[in-house]
């Protein structure tokens, strides 16, 4: 798992509601990637970083938002759930010119 | 637009039956072609890089190859432990984000 723990692994939530995912690597790699999955869809990116405080916006980024203030810790933000958020949230760290991924958070919004 | 298709989206197999796994590209410059394995409700899992058209990469029974426009996942004499979604990914040489396939759902029958 390339040293990346995300937590929590499942969470229901509520409509309108805040909800944070955590993404936490042990190796001190510069990028760090929140992807959600979806059937028919695959992989969409929807924020990534290149250092501490240095974030970026990817392919489906409306409705999230990341924070990066340490190298190890990189938060994905839903300001307020809706159900088209429900999905499974993977993390992903760059080493060289791989990625490598954590084990993924299941989020239902009801 | 950086774009990657893959094909078939599902493939059955009987045990030893070889085939092989298409991955089609669009990217203005490419950095690195990814192959992943994914089993269900887990996180991506690292195969492959390819960098240039022409360079091959083999671990057990898949084989992975790269043309300018595609790339392929032969698998050799599969086995039921090889059944999982197969994923496809490209980098471009302009960033540090990765673009990927929908997946190739593989199964293997005994």
């Known amino acids: 798992d390339a040293g990346i723990t995300q937590s929590p692994r499942h969470k229901v939530t509520e409509t309108g509601t805040p909800v944070t995912l955590r993404c936490h690597q042990t190796?001190?790699?510069?990028?760090m990637y929140w992807y959600r999955q979806d059937p028919g869809h695959g992989l969409r990116l929807i924020h990534y970083?290149?250092?501490?405080?240095?974030?970026d916006k990817g392919e489906v980024s409306d409705g999230y938002s990341v924070s990066r203030s340490k190298t190890e810790d990189f938060l994905l933000t839903l300001e307020s759930a809706t159900s088209s958020q429900t999905s499974v949230y993977f993390c992903?760290?760059?080493?060289?010119?791989?990625?490598?991924f954590g084990q993924g958070t299941r989020l239902t919004v009801v | 637009e950086d774009q990657v298709t893959q094909s078939p989206e599902a493939l059955r197999l009987q045990e030893g039956e070889s085939s092989s796994l298409n991955c089609s590209y669009t990217v203005s410059g490419l950095r690195g072609l990814f192959w992943y394995r994914q089993d269900p409700g887990k996180g991506p899992e690292f195969l492959f890089t390819?960098?240039?058209a022409g360079e091959e990469k083999e671990k057990e029974r898949l084989k992975a190859t790269l043309t300018k426009k595609e790339s392929f996942l032969h698998i050799t004499a599969p086995k039921p432990e090889d059944s999982a979604t197969y994923l496809c990914?490209?980098?471009?040489?302009?960033?540090?984000?990765?673009?990927f396939g929908t997946g190739t759902s593989l199964t293997v029958i005994p």
């Open positions: 970083s290149y250092g501490v405080k240095d974030t």
């Open positions: 992903a760290i760059s080493v060289g010119t791989e990625a490598f």
């Open positions: 390819l960098y240039s």
């Open positions: 190796e001190n790699h510069r990028y």
């Open positions: 990914a490209v980098q471009p040489n302009t960033g540090n984000q990765f673009y």
